[in-house]
């Protein structure tokens, strides 16, 4: 029997903003996130997501499985799917979680999912939107739409503006990462400018409508929080029966 956890270890070749932003240390980020206060908005985005038992749940940018664990541990009779193009966190995310067999991890990308139409009961992401640039979001909720079944629920995760994703080491990653001179400030085309660190700030309205418009159905802010990197919101929609 193939090896559940089993996942692809190339690097593949297209470029994505990792877990700790460019060239941050991925060694730091479990630790980071526990602090800034994430367990807790993983935990309300699977009670948001709906999760019963006999569903397919997919993950978009699982990074090292913290919320798969929180899924799985929510819900033990429901298949968790994770996704993330990053070597490294999946191996981190395959160590956690290999006394389940229930969590399966892919690499991939969140704009090529490797899934059946119609193949996914709910779809959920944590902090990984603001990862991608505005058509980036674009795609991805094209390709939520499309592996959703009829009436499947999609729950978002994400920052509300302007986020400090590293907490109070935000400005100092910052200064660094300019230091080492990656700061090209793209224009991800909603009017920002990319921050060093790879971060397309996020605005709880600017989600809903980029979901609405992916044609989706009952489009709504259904939890918000603030942690010590900043405030966050969990937006919910269901993909229409047709
Ligand atoms: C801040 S981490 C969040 C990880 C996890 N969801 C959590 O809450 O701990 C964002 C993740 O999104 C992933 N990511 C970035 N671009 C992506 C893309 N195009 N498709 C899928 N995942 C992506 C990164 O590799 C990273 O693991």
């Known amino acids: 029997m193939p090896d559940p956890h089993a996942g692809h270890d190339a690097r593949p070749a297209r470029p994505f903003v990792p877990a700790m932003g460019q060239g ?11 602090l800034l206060g994430a367990r807790r908005a993983h935990e309300r985005l699977v009670a ?37 193009p990053d070597a490294g ?35 959920v992401s944590a902090f990984m939107f603001h990862h991608l640039p505005a058509d980036g979001k674009r795609a991805m909720l094209a390709e939520v739409r499309r592996v959703l079944a009829p009436g499947g629920v999609l729950a978002v995760l994400d920052f509300d503006g302007a986020p400090r994703p590293f907490g109070p080491l935000t400005p100092l990653l910052r200064f660094a990462h300019r230091r080492r001179g990656h700061d090209h400030g793209h224009d991800h085309g909603h009017g920002h400018d990319a921050e ?8 709880r309205a600017v989600i809903r409508e980029l979901i609405a418009d992916a044609g989706f159905d009952e489009v709504a802010q259904v939890d918000e929080g603030r942690g010590h990197a900043g405030a966050w919101t969990i937006q919910r929609a269901v993909r229409p029966r047709d």
Request: contains cysteine; aromatic residues 4%; negative net charge.
């Open 24 to 34: 941050g240390p991925l060694a730091f980020y479990d630790a980071m996130s526990l």
């Open 48 to 84: 948001a997501a709906g999760l019963a038992a006999g569903q397919t749940v997919l993950e978009i940018g699982c990074g090292t499985g913290n919320l798969l664990l929180a899924a799985a541990r929510a819900e033990p009779g429901a298949a968790v799917v994770g996704l993330d």
């Open 89 to 123: 966190a999946l191996a981190r995310a395959r160590h956690k979680t290999r006394r389940l067999p229930a969590i399966r991890l892919e690499q991939g990308y969140a704009d090529e999912l490797p899934h059946a139409d119609g193949s996914v009961d709910r779809v």
């Open 196 to 203: 060093p660190l790879g971060i397309v700030p996020n605005d």
